[in-house]
């Protein structure tokens, strides 16, 4: 399985307060994603990193902002969190292997955060 | 991105194959066709990736008919273990290219 790991696994917060999640890697990838899940959906697009310092918003990044100052690690912030914000979280990375064009995604094991 | 449409779910017995349709009608020239396949409680695993025709792995066929508006993941004589869901998802095969998840299909495995 591809080096990556979540912190924390679980975690338990109030509305408004300030939450960050961490995923770390150890494959040296150069595209990080950010994705939440919910309940009988599939997963959505929080944020994106295409390098150190190089981010974008995918389809879902209100209230949700993403920092990337190491290849290895990619922080995602909840600055206030919301109860709408209560879900699994999961990491992702990829990369370019050789010559070819590759879009596999390799996911993390996953960050469930309850808002109360 | 092109939409996919697949079964919410389905039901089998070990030993039997298994076969997922996905309906990808506006898939696009160059677009790629890609299966994931998600355990409880774990990020998704790559399956198999398949652009046209018939693509074969350790772990599943894919089979493309010749317009690419539907594909189908075979699953050979699934085990108990091969409960999961299942999501088909169509797009740009490039490094770095952002995924487009739909709901999936939940597949249960019965003995």
């Known amino acids: 399985d591809a080096g990556i790991t979540q912190s924390p696994r679980h975690k338990v917060t109030e509305t408004g307060t300030p939450v960050t999640l961490r995923c770390h890697q150890t494959e040296n990838h150069r595209y990080m994603y950010w994705y939440r899940q919910d309940p009988g959906h599939g997963l959505r697009l929080i944020h994106y990193s295409y390098g150190v310092k190089d981010t974008d918003k995918g389809e879902v990044s209100d209230g949700y902002s993403v920092s990337r100052s190491k290849t290895e690690d990619f922080l995602l912030t909840l600055e206030s969190a919301t109860s709408s914000q209560t879900s699994v979280y999961f990491c992702a990375i990829s990369d370019r292997i050789g010559l070819a064009a590759y879009n596999e995604q390799f996911f993390g094991p996953g960050t469930r955060l309850t808002v109360l | ?111």
């Open chain 2, 1 to 111: 991105l092109a939409k996919t449409t697949q079964p919410i779910s389905m039901d089998s017995y070990e030993g039997q194959e298994v076969n997922i349709t996905c309906s990808h009608n506006n898939i696009a020239t160059n677009d790629y066709i890609t299966w994931y396949q998600q355990f409880p409680s774990q990020g998704p695993r790559f399956i198999i990736q398949g652009y046209k025709t018939k693509v074969t792995n350790e772990v599943a066929s894919l089979f493309i008919p010749a317009d690419r508006k539907s594909s189908t993941l075979s699953l050979p004589r699934v085990s108990l273990s091969d409960t999961a869901v299942y999501y088909c998802l169509v797009g740009k095969n490039n490094a770095g290219n952002m995924l487009t998840f739909g709901g999936g299909t939940r597949l249960m495995v019965k003995p």
